[in-house]
C-alpha cells in the first residue's frame, strides 16, 4: 500500500513536532491549526496549510493533537469542523489525552458517518519527540491499526503498543499521566528532603538517575529540579484534569487510590502557592515540575538555582 494522505491538526508545543515527523518521514501532510503563525513554519518545511479543518475532510488519515476532548469534539463536528461536508477521512486518529466517555462517545459519532477510530495518546514532551523518545498506546480495530500503525510509529519512534479495541488506550494514558504527578510530587519531596539533609540537588538526582529507580524522566526532568528551569511541557492545570480522570475511572471501576488522592491535593496546593509570585496566572503556566518550589516552601526552604546544568537524555544528535 502507498503512503496515505494525511491530515493534522494541532501545532502546540507536542503537536508541531510530532507532525514535523511527518513531514521529514515523506507523508503529504495538510495541516491546519487555530493560530495559523504556529503552522506557518511547518508549511514553510513540505506541509500544505489549509483555511479550515473542513478542508482536511477529503485525506484518507486525519489525526488530531489538541488539548481537551471538547476540542477534539468541535474540530469534528463543530463550526467548519471536519465532518460538516460531505467527505469523511476513512481513518481518524486522536493522539490526545482525553476522557473515555468522551472518546467513546466521539467514536460512536464517527462510526455513524463509516469512519474508523483509533485513540493514540503518547507519553513525552516535545523535545522527546524531537529526539526520537516518544512512545504511545493505541486501541480501536486491530484491522485499523494494521493499516495506520506506519504512520504512529514515524511519531513515536520509540514504542507504540496496541492494547485491544475500543478507549483501552484512554484507561492506559490516564494511569500513565496519574504515575506522572505521583512519580514527581514524591520526586520534589524526596530530593528537598536531600537537600534540607545537605545534598545538592544536582547530586541526589544524579545519584538517583544511576540508580534502579532512575528514568528517561526522572533524568531529562533533574535539569528543570537543579536549576529550577520552568519552561513548560506540561502545565499544573493540566496535570490536575488527568488525576482528576484517574480518581473518577478508580471510583467508577472501584479501585482505590490513595496514593493518587494524596498526590492530587497535594498539587493542589500548588495552586494556592501560587498566589506568592508576582504573577500567579503566568506562573500557573509554567512546567509542572515547578510543584517542588511548593514543596520546598512547605519545608522551609527557599529553593534557589544551582546553576548546574545536567544532561537531560533527549538531546538531538548533530542539532
Request: net charge negative.
Amino acid at each position: 500500500m502507498g503512503k496515505l494522505t494525511v491530515g493534522w491538526i494541532g501545532m502546540g508545543r507536542m503537536g508541531y513536532p510530532m507532525a514535523e515527523r511527518l513531514v521529514k518521514a515523506g507523508y503529504s501532510l495538510k495541516i491546519w491549526n487555530r493560530t495559523k503563525s504556529k503552522a506557518e513554519p511547518l508549511a514553510e518545511k513540505g506541509a500544505t496549510l489549509v483555511d479550515s479543518p473542513a478542508d482536511l475532510a477529503g485525506v484518507d488519515v486525519l489525526c488530531t493533537m489538541v488539548s481537551t476532548g471538547k476540542d477534539v469534539e468541535a474540530l469534528y463536528f463543530g463550526e467548519r469542523g471536519v465532518l460538516t461536508g460531505d467527505k469523511t477521512p476513512g481513518i481518524f486518529i486522536d493522539f490526545s489525552s482525553i476522557g473515555v466517555d468522551h472518546s467513546a462517545q466521539l467514536r460512536e459519532q464517527l462510526s455513524a458517518r463509516g469512519a474508523q477510530f483509533l485513540c493514540s495518546p503518547v507519553s513525552g514532551n516535545g523535545k522527546c519527540v524531537k529526539a526520537g523518545k516518544l512512545s504511545s498506546v493505541v486501541s480501536g480495530p486491530q484491522e485499523v491499526y494494521d493499516t495506520v500503525k506506519y504512520i504512529i510509529e514515524a511519531i513515536a519512534v520509540n514504542g507504540v503498543s496496541y492494547v485491544g479495541d475500543g478507549e483501552l488506550a484512554r484507561f492506559c494514558k490516564i494511569a500513565h499521566n496519574v504515575m506522572l504527578g505521583v512519580v514527581t510530587q514524591n520526586l520534589a519531596e524526596i530530593t528537598v528532603l536531600a537537600e534540607k539533609a545537605g545534598v545538592s540537588r544536582y547530586a541526589f538526582l544524579d545519584f538517583m538517575n544511576n540508580s534502579v529507580m532512575g528514568s528517561i524522566f526522572t533524568r531529562y526532568k533533574t535539569n528543570a529540579f537543579v536549576n529550577l528551569d520552568w519552561t513548560t511541557t506540561f502545565t499544573p492545570a493540566l496535570l490536575r484534569k488527568d488525576l482528576d480522570l484517574g480518581l473518577a475511572a478508580g471510583r467508577e471501576l472501584n479501585v482505590a487510590m490513595p496514593v493518587t488522592a494524596a498526590t492530587r491535593e497535594a498539587l493542589q496546593a500548588h495552586f494556592g502557592a501560587a498566589s506568592l509570585q508576582g504573577d500567579p496566572e503566568a506562573y500557573l503556566e509554567k512546567d509542572f515540575a515547578a510543584m517542588i518550589e511548593t514543596v520546598g516552601l512547605a519545608s522551609g526552604l527557599t529553593l534557589e538555582s544551582e546553576d548546574k546544568p545536567y544532561a537531560t537524555g533527549l538531546e538531538v544528535p548533530g542539532a
